[in-house]
């Protein structure tokens, strides 16, 4: 069975701060994304990652993939409020079938 | 591109009624969509995958009988809630399948409260 964890869980940090968000798997995956949630909405896609050592980046965010190490890293530059939300990883267990497992979430909090 | 619609997008029912919910991507024909449930500060759970033309794939300790899934075309699949009770109050989410990497693109959710 697919395990997919986070952390931190929670994660409060001042603005202008970096940081870093982990997300670990616990088989063999096809490719890992990263989804954006605020209150009361549903997901917004930031990055696909498909291959070991992918890099992908997005304003302050940027998504790194490790398939060796079943290892998925969400890094955020100099925090700004508005990255305020909840951070998902998603795993594909197999081609084909397409069943994302979903990690358990980092609430991010920025403060001014 | 790629949009996913959700009715309602948020629902009161009273105990022991059903509701359907209806998930529809508009700009593309989705053969695979999948419903997820998420309860308040929690992850999504995978409730089930939904296929046109076939059955859909229940996910372990999902009550099939309770949660009808109905993929009628390749634009809309339906969720109903049979026999609703308090224990069934969350946002429900479906996602449509498209594209060569099989993407799954999310609709705004369906908020269900159980009275």
């Known amino acids: 069975e697919l395990k997919v964890e986070q952390n931190p869980l929670f994660l409060s940090m001042q603005e202008g701060k970096n940081y870093t968000i982990y997300c670990n798997y616990s088989?063999?995956?096809?490719?890992l994304y990263w989804y954006r949630q605020d209150p009361g909405k549903s997901l917004e896609s930031l990055f696909v990652l498909l291959s070991n050592g992918a890099v992908k980046q997005e304003g302050r965010l940027m998504a790194s993939l490790d398939t060796k190490a079943r290892l998925s890293t969400l890094h955020i530059t100099a925090a700004v409020h508005d990255l305020s939300a909840t951070y998902f990883c998603a795993v594909v267990s197999n081609f084909g079938n397409e069943k994302l497992t979903f990690g358990t979430g980092t609430r991010l909090t920025i403060i001014p | 591109g790629a949009v996913v619609s959700q009715h309602p997008s948020w629902v009161i029912c009273k105990s022991g009624t059903s509701v359907k919910i209806e998930c529809r991507s508009l700009?593309?024909?989705?053969?695979?969509m999948f419903w997820y449930r998420q309860f308040p500060k929690q992850s999504l759970m995978l409730m089930a995958t939904?296929?046109?033309?076939?059955?859909?794939?229940?996910e372990q300790g999902v009550e099939k009988d309770k949660f009808l899934i109905n993929h009628a075309s390749l634009t809309l699949s339906t969720l109903t809630v049979t026999s609703a009770h308090p224990e069934d109050s969350s946002f429900y989410i479906c996602?449509?399948?498209?594209?060569?990497?099989?993407?799954?693109?999310f609709g705004p959710g369906t908020r269900l409260t159980v009275t």
């Open positions: 996602s449509a399948q498209t594209g060569a990497l099989y993407e799954q693109y």
């Open positions: 088989t063999t995956s096809d490719r």
């Open positions: 939904s296929n046109e033309g076939s059955k859909a794939t229940y």
């Open positions: 700009d593309f024909q989705a053969t695979t």
